[in-house]
């Protein structure tokens, strides 16, 4: 199931706020929460109930085995045994199949490529774990004393599939203790709308509008096209993970839990470092402050990590080769601005910045795009306008002119429009009310839209939940 | 001021979840919709509950799909939808809405390249390069012929006064030796239809073949396809018509290359891709020798332009385009030819094709069209259809009359499907003409319904599409006493080698 379905929006989220609301006491709400987790994650796949039930219980033990065990041996024991139960399924789910076809190539072996079954969101729950038994590892947090709350945690169905990486540090007493306001209830839903809008309205039809062009085969598509298409569809990522985690940090507020951001209008950024810092977050943090600083590298320390990180970066995203490629390809940019420096950087003209970033951002989400090596040799080749489909399409001007609205309203929504208005009418508590309502009732309209939209609409997984 | 703005909150915050709510009340009590008339399917079914459905977890999805495709109203709240959508996304310059943007042109090798057509050895014979993945014939159907039963090809004139089943074989081998099955990555120059899953006469509905997408264009109210092709394939294509000839040096062999609606009704904006379609097709003819007949009907048709030649929902022309350039055939094969005025005229009303059903034009759900189509007097036409991949008759293929030819029961979306059923088969129809030629057609769906219009014209058609036939061409010329070969596509098909290559297939295969 996911959030932009008829389904969840008309049978699912009412039925799990209307019982979750007249449950009196948190014990029972916290049961109502992780019922409907459960079913939200197991939904048409029974065996991932068994496996989060189970692999939620091993955590639960390990992070009471690593408390017990703080500066003693078994400690640090039970934690290795906790990082390798954890990373080892991610890697046996998610890479067996990816390692398996580079040793046959790399090798000439005929070794059959296992067709794994993966569990949905397995790479953010993983790493929200990891990140819980270090954290108890390392004094950060306490471990959880009451199971059915750990197993709410693990299976929190606004985050469970698709993130944020919320960690058990940042919503632990709120599993413990939670009230929810009127303005808690308010900025949920006003999230929730704006999140379906943004996926329902704008990524799904800019999917279309590049799937138009990638969709027939890269190699047919002119240069001009192509940095068109390209575009299109890395506001699509865009839209389709940022309306995603708007959601997510919607519901969680519905239901009285504080999410950490996890997008802050990241093509706002003016170098690609900049860019990491605003573009999912949660992800990012994790990397920071679990990788970065891993002592294996020596004196290389610093920018070994670096890579390593963005390494890790890419193949999380998935187990193909381009999206290795693409968390290096950030990595070297990193390395360079690192190199330059803040100071030497502060000295580039921001017209500059601006397009230096862009262009680098949306040749990355090229790479992000093709997991087909040669479909990705096609696309280097349209962008530096040597596309064997000249440099022009026939059809890009009236193309283009057929969803210039939905092209500019993507654009224009990359830009922080509401916290700027609202910045500018704050301390004239008439203009903010105002401001409010027009806002409300812009959020409702999308809600209408969205609903008639996804009306029969061919059903478009979130992208990140491959992932 | 504070207490105020928390009124607007909670007042929101009712309306929105207050209206999630009735929505849902309204989505689960409403009458939910069985069928949709506008995608012309049923819909979801509501799931049975089993053990092992529950267990297995498909209860539950197909309990969400149930739920999701038959919301109640649905068919209002598409029709909104696609209005806004269509609304907030853009606007068309002078009427037209492009629908894809990439012309097959695009994905030709470059021209420079001059890959020519060779004969290969039968022993060691090659699918088409770039064959990928996709097999272009359907999976073959069960027939209700036994698998040992020979096929029912007869070399002997029909016998017009009996039923069909008095066709008298001549062979109790199959005509063709099965060779591997060609695949094929071609544009949808079928009615996106492959073979039906039931029979005609029970309503089936063929299932949709999925083909990479022309770029195509909606002015107006009207579908078009952009063109673009290839010099290249456009030898090759003549290579391997012309080794047909060379092979078979006493068959007549003619070559017709059909114009796109697009050549005739593209806005002035977009007037660059006719003339590339006229060059083009120009270009084609020059590269015939006279081996070969070329059957121009670029003027044929522009003299009929005024006349409803080219369907607008649909990227095929209509019967009565074909009508006119199988006159234009009949004229340069020497043969006679029944008049128009002899037939038989009837029509299906709220007809929307391919345009809709494929590309994705759904704006043309609303201005459907008239399906117009003519039942020839000849009443002594035999028609049977043979599976083209192994050649076994398809009894399970039964048209609305004796003559075998006419399927009129098909629902109104496959009506472009009336004459000579579909693309996956191979159609043999004895006509009892009594001109002492026959007839072979190579073709692509443009094809279909050429033979209703020449059952006064060759004693015999036989009817193959490269997409599917998988036997051997010179086998069947020779057993079933064809005279004549008629190459006939549209000009899509002759000019790029997604389908020339098919062509080559089938022309190289007995080498």
């Known amino acids: 199931m996911n959030f932009s379905d008829l389904f969840f929006l008309y049978a699912f989220l009412p039925l799990c706020l209307i019982i979750y609301f007249i449950s009196p006491k948190i014990k029972y709400k916290n049961t109502v929460l992780v019922v409907f987790s459960l079913i939200f994650y197991s939904w048409g796949d029974v065996k991932a109930l068994i496996l989060i039930v189970l692999y939620s219980l091993v955590n639960f033990a390990l992070g009471r085995a690593i408390e017990k065990g703080r500066g003693k041996k078994s400690g640090k024991l039970f934690l290795l045994l906790g990082l390798f139960i954890d990373l080892g399924m991610l890697i046996v789910f998610k890479y067996t199949g990816f390692f398996t076809e580079n040793i046959n190539g790399l090798f000439r072996t005929s070794l059959k490529v296992p067709s794994m079954w993966v569990p949905l969101g397995l790479s953010f729950f993983t790493f929200r774990t990891v990140s819980y038994l270090l954290d108890i590892y390392w004094e950060k947090t306490d471990s959880e004393k009451y199971y059915p709350d750990f197993l709410l945690f693990i299976s929190l169905f606004p985050c469970t599939v698709a993130g944020p990486i919320v960690r058990f540090s940042s919503i632990g007493a709120e599993l413990k203790d939670r009230t929810v306001n009127v303005d808690d209830m308010y900025q949920g839903f006003m999230r929730l709308m704006v999140g379906l809008g943004k996926k329902v309205i704008l990524a799904d039809n800019l999917l279309a509008v590049s799937d138009a062009y990638f969709g027939v085969g890269v190699g047919a598509v002119s240069s001009l096209d192509t940095w068109y298409a390209v575009i299109v569809y890395s506001l699509y990522v865009y839209f389709d993970f940022s309306g995603y985690s708007d959601m997510a940090i919607g519901l969680a507020r519905i239901f009285g839990f504080h999410f950490e951001e996890n997008f802050n209008y990241p093509f706002m950024c003016t170098s690609i470092a900049e860019f990491w810092q605003r573009w999912h977050i949660s992800l990012g943090t994790f990397f920071r402050d679990y990788l970065l600083y891993v002592p294996i590298f020596g004196k290389m320390r610093r920018y070994g990590g670096l890579f390593l990180v963005w390494f890790c970066t890419g193949m999380w995203h998935g187990a193909s080769w381009n999206y290795i490629f693409w968390g290096l390809y950030f990595g070297l940019f990193i390395f360079i601005e690192t190199l330059l420096g803040k100071k030497r950087l502060k000295k580039i003209p921001l017209a500059v910045k601006h397009i230096y970033t862009k262009i680098l951002l949306v040749i990355g989400f090229g790479i992000f795009r093709f997991t087909n090596l040669n479909d990705l040799g096609s696309f280097f080749r349209n962008i530096f306008f040597f596309s064997k489909a000249g440099f022009a399409g026939q059809t890009l001007p009236t193309f283009f002119m057929n969803n210039i609205f939905l092209f500019i309203a993507g654009i224009v929504c990359c830009f922080p429009i509401i916290p700027w208005i609202k910045a500018k009418v704050a301390g004239r508590p008439k203009l903010e009310t105002a401001l409010g309502v027009v806002y409300s009732i812009f959020a409702i309209a999308l809600l209408v839209l969205s609903t008639i939209l996804l009306v029969n609409a061919t059903d478009h997984p979130f992208l990140y939940r491959q992932y | ?511």
């Open chain 2, 1 to 511: 001021m504070k207490n105020y703005k928390n009124f607007l909150k909670f007042f929101f915050i009712v309306l929105v979840f207050g209206g999630m709510l009735v929505t849902s009340v309204f989505f689960i009590v409403a009458k939910r919709p069985t069928t949709s008339e506008s995608e012309k399917r049923e819909l979801a079914p509501k799931p049975k509950m089993s053990f092992t459905s529950l267990l297995s977890g498909k209860y539950f999805t197909d309990l969400q799909y149930y739920y999701n495709d038959t919301i109640p109203n649905r068919e209002a709240f598409k029709t909104t939808g696609a209005s806004v959508l269509s609304r907030l996304k853009g606007v068309s310059i002078d009427g037209i809405v492009i629908y894809n943007p990439v012309l097959v042109k695009a994905t030709e090798e470059p021209d420079d390249e001059d890959e020519t057509f060779v004969p290969r050895a039968r022993t060691t014979p090659v699918p088409p390069e770039g064959s990928g993945d996709v097999p272009a014939t359907s999976t073959p159907l069960p027939t209700d012929e036994p698998e040992t039963e020979p096929p029912v090809i007869t070399d002997e004139p029909v016998n017009t006064e009996v039923n069909d089943n008095t066709a008298v074989p001549d062979t109790s081998e199959p005509v063709g030796t099965p060779v591997p099955t060609a695949t094929a990555t071609t544009r949808p120059t079928a009615t996106p239809t492959a073979a039906p899953a039931k029979t005609p006469d029970s309503g089936g509905e063929p299932a949709i073949v999925e083909y990479p997408k022309d770029g195509a264009i909606l002015y107006g109210d009207m579908g078009m396809e952009l063109y673009g092709g290839s010099k290249n394939a456009m030898k090759r294509y003549v290579a391997a018509l012309e080794y047909i000839k060379d092979r078979c040096p006493d068959l007549n062999v003619y070559s017709m290359t059909v114009p796109l609606s697009s050549m005739f009704y593209l806005p002035a904006s977009y007037k660059s891709n006719a003339t590339e379609q006229l060059n083009d097709l120009n270009y084609l003819e020059g590269l015939f020798s006279s081996k070969v007949t070329v059957v121009n009907v670029y003027n044929t048709m522009k003299s009929h332009v005024n006349e409803k030649i080219y369907l607008r929902t649909d990227h095929h022309w209509t019967y009565l385009g074909a009508y006119y350039c199988m006159k234009e055939f009949a004229s340069k094969a020497g043969v006679p030819f029944i008049d128009l005025s002899e037939y038989t005229v009837k029509s299906k009303e709220g007809y929307v094709g391919s345009f809709y059903s494929y590309f994705g034009m759904k704006a043309l759900i609303d201005k459907p069209e008239t399906f117009t189509y003519y039942i020839s007097p000849n009443k002594n036409v035999r028609v049977k259809y043979y599976d083209a991949s192994n050649f076994s008759l398809r009894s399970d293929i039964k048209g609305t009359d004796s003559t075998n030819a006419y399927f009129e029961n098909l629902k109104v979306s496959y009506s472009y499907s009336i004459a000579m059923y579909m693309d996956d088969v191979i159609s043999i129809a004895d006509t009892g003409a009594g001109t002492g030629r026959r007839l072979l057609i190579i073709k692509d769906s443009f094809g279909n319904p050429t033979p209703s219009f020449l059952f006064g014209s060759f004693d015999r058609i036989v009817m193959i599409d490269p997409r599917y036939y998988t036997m051997d061409v010179y086998d069947l010329i020779s057993s079933q006493g064809i005279t004549d070969v008629l190459g006939l596509a549209n000009i899509f098909d002759h000019t790029t080698t997604g389908f020339v290559k098919l062509y080559e297939y089938v022309a190289q295969n007995r080498e």
